[in-house]
């Protein structure tokens, strides 16, 4: 399939660009869209045959259920049965935003999209193309990110044509992504209100507003709630160890990590903050990225997946992030860091 890349206005998307994604839409196809998380690849939610299409081109287990995105509220409440008070004070005030709300979903939701669960996931983007493509469709938009499964996210329109390319008829690009991190996935369909995945809204944000929280922790064995948080994601193809600890130990043991990576003739790349660049350059690595500071997580937020590619593309075999601070957005990056890792992260 040959696929069309047309830059498009990502303040104020040229109308003829968004007619041109909604017609692919209507007709069952897939078109990717930036969102202020991330880039989505959208397909009509109401239809089995078109949602069964991003499982294809992404290579997404059958299992993963997919986020439904609306533009409006009419559009939401034919997708939901019950909205529970939480789910209101949400909308009231994350929405349009980065926050996926989990709730009770209708006859309407196919199966493919829930992956057979009896809940629905869905979320109003805040993004003007993403809002002007659903609305010029008409329809609910199911969207996971524009990645193949597995990789990490795609915070640009390049990103997108690299795994994209002669699977999808048309991507919308609009340059960089502003969060660069997911949207955070929160069960409100009762009960006190859980956070399955954490994202561009924070804890501390929900429970200024909620109250209490809760933060799904699966039980070893168990499955978790969002049964895409038991996949390897983000992966890069090098072998990736994420460093916790002080500052001064860091900087030191990266140093070891690269002369020993490079004595086994390893190409090492480095993720940092910016607070630690300046040490670490005379290591001479491969790569030396810089995520942001460690005081600007949304700066670092913005950056991570962008850093975890371009490591790719560069060949390197050993990737060594460093950590940052949890809490606040905090926690939606080291949870990227961590699965990225796998298992292999050093408290020192
Ligand atoms: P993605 O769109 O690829 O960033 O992933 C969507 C995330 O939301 C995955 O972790 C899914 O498992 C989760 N999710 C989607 N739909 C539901 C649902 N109905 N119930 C619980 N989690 C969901
Ligand atoms: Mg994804």
Known sequence: MQTKRSYINGVNPEPQLLKEGAKWL???ELVAFPTETVYGLGANALEDSSCAKIFAAKGRPQDNPLIVHVSNRAMANKLVEVWTPQAELCVRHFWPGPLTLVLPKTALVPN???AGLPNVAIRMPSHPVALGLIEETGLPIAAPSANLSGKPSPTSGSHVWRDMKGKIPLILDAGACSVGVEST???????VPTILRPGGITLEQLELVLGEVRVDSPIEGQAPKAPGMKYRHYAPQGEMILLMGSHERVVRRLGQEVQRGHSRLKKVGILCTLESASSLHSLLPDLLFVLGSKDRPEEVASNLFEGL??????GMDLILAEGIEEGGLGTAIMNRLQ????QRILYI
């Not at 590619?309 to 560069?314: G, H, I, M, P, Q």
């Open 26 to 28: 209507q007709a069952g």
């Open 112 to 114: 493919v999209v829930t």
């Open 185 to 191: 996935v929160l069960d409100v369909s009762g009960g």
């Open 339 to 342: 699965k990225a890792a796998g």
């Open 309 to 314: 590619r371009l490591c790719d593309e560069r």
